[in-house]
């Protein structure tokens, strides 16, 4: 990479995704579910569950300490985190029956410009919700930074576009689980 090339992780954002689905039930029981952070386990691929750390549990300002799980094959040749693992989050938007986000925290506890959550919008005739989660990057987290620390710009690009991949399957995979979750609990 010459010098007067910026770096793919520079990019802003860096990672901006979301995923929809149809939600047979109303949003405000959408959302009862989604905000109940605990309970991610039923539904993330890699969350699995976690506590309330402080304040209110789903109250704007609450911090979450999510218990995470990672494969080995999970885009297998980056020198990611592997196994289980911890991080906090807090919450940033508590709207109840509308938007529910996070975000995550660095290991000091400070914000990082890394936002996931839910916006439910009605289904339009019926009862029905359409259930949108969504995944913000701004700028790199400390944890992106020390995955491609050593990584050849190819190599960084190669690991930007997987990881996307992944965030996508990932959002697409946690909404049918929640469809499931709510439409057959």
């Known amino acids: 990479m010459s010098a007067s090339l910026t770096s793919i992780v520079e990019s802003r954002p860096l990672f901006e995704l979301d995923a929809r689905i149809p939600v047979e039930a109303p949003p405000a029981e959408v959302y009862r579910v989604v905000s109940d952070l605990p309970r991610s386990a039923e539904w993330s691929p890699e969350c699995r569950g976690g506590t309330w ?76 919700s359409v259930l949108v989660h969504r995944f913000r990057m701004g700028t790199a987290t400390a944890g992106i930074r020390k995955i491609v620390a050593d990584l050849d710009e190819e190599a960084r690009e190669r690991f930007i576009e997987e990881w996307t991949d992944k965030i996508a399957s990932d959002l697409d995979a946690t909404l049918a689980r929640i469809k499931a979750v709510i439409e057959e609990g």
Not at 76 to 92: C, D, Q, S
Not at 97 to 121: K, N, P, T, Y
Request: no cysteine.
């Open 53 to 128: 750390v402080s304040g209110a549990p789903g109250a704007v300002g609450s911090v979450f300490r999510g218990e995470n799980h990672r494969p080995d094959d999970v885009v297998g040749w980056a020198p990611l985190v592997r196994g289980t693992w911890h991080t906090e989050a807090r919450v940033v938007r508590a709207e109840p029956g509308r938007s529910f986000a996070w975000m995550m925290l660095s290991h000091a506890g400070a914000d990082q410009e890394s936002v996931w959550g839910f916006d439910i919008e009605p289904a339009g005739e019926g009862a029905g």
